[in-house]
C-alpha cells in the first residue's frame, strides 16, 4: 500500500489505494482502454513530462482559457483538461498537480519534468517569499512526498504536443457546435 500526500486547496490530503497485486499498474492508452503495465525490477518510476497552455492570452478581445497535460514518458499514457489560471505560473503548477493526482498512487516513484523553470525553481526552494496558494499547495504535496515524487527543470517538452493536440481539438469542437 502506498500512501501518497495529495493537496487540496485549504489543507494537504492523505489517501492510500491498496494495491491486489504491487506488480501491475494500470494504465490508460491512447484509445483510454485500461491496460496493465508489469513494473520492471526497482520498482514502478517513471518519468513524467507536463505542460500548460493559456489561449488568448494576446489578444483582451478574447477570452483566456487555460488547459494542463501529461505524458507518461515510454508508456502512451497522457491526460488533459481545461483549468482555470490567469497567469502561467498558475497553470504551470496545475499541470504538476494534475500528474501528481492522476498518477501520485499508481507508481512508487514519479520523475516530473516541467519546461517552466520559474515553477521548478520556486518549489524547489527552501523558503519562498509571498508564494500564491496554488505554490504553497505543490510545496506542501512535494515535501510531504519527497522519497517518491521528484520534480526537474527541462528545455523541451514532450508533453507539449499532446496538449496542444488537446487544445486544438477543444477549439474545433467549440467552433463546430
Same mark, same amino acid.
Given at each position: ?26 494504465? &490508460? ?10 513494473? $520492471? #525490477?526497482? =520498482? ?5 513530462? !507536463? ?9 483582451? &478581445? ?10 507518461? $514518458? #515510454?508508456? =502512451? ?5 481545461? !483549468? ?94
Amino acid at each position: 500500500m502506498h500512501r501518497v500526500h495529495c493537496a487540496s486547496a485549504k489543507e494537504i490530503v492523505s489517501s492510500s489505494i491498496p494495491s491486489e497485486n504491487p506488480t501491475q499498474t494500470r494504465l &490508460k492508452s491512447n484509445n483510454n482502454q485500461e491496460q496493465f503495465r508489469m513494473s $520492471e #525490477g526497482q =520498482g514502478n518510476t517513471i518519468r513524467v513530462f !507536463v505542460d500548460a497552455k493559456i489561449t488568448g492570452m494576446h489578444d483582451k &478581445k478574447l477570452p483566456k482559457l487555460a488547459y494542463v497535460g501529461y505524458l507518461v $514518458e #515510454g508508456s =502512451g499514457l497522457h491526460a488533459a483538461k481545461p !483549468v482555470e489560471a490567469e497567469e502561467s505560473d498558475d497553470a504551470e503548477i496545475q499541470a504538476v498537480l494534475f500528474a501528481i493526482e492522476e498518477l501520485g498512487l499508481k507508481f512508487d516513484r514519479i520523475t516530473i519534468v516541467c519546461d517552466h523553470e520559474s515553477v521548478v525553481s520556486e518549489a524547489s526552494r527552501e523558503t519562498v517569499k509571498k508564494p500564491s496558494p496554488l505554490l504553497d499547495i505543490l510545496r506542501a504535496t512535494l515535501r510531504a512526498n519527497s522519497s517518491r515524487i521528484q520534480l526537474e527543470a527541462l528545455q523541451h517538452n514532450l508533453a507539449h504536443g499532446i496538449l496542444t493536440e488537446y487544445v486544438n481539438q477543444v477549439m474545433r469542437n467549440a467552433t463546430s457546435e
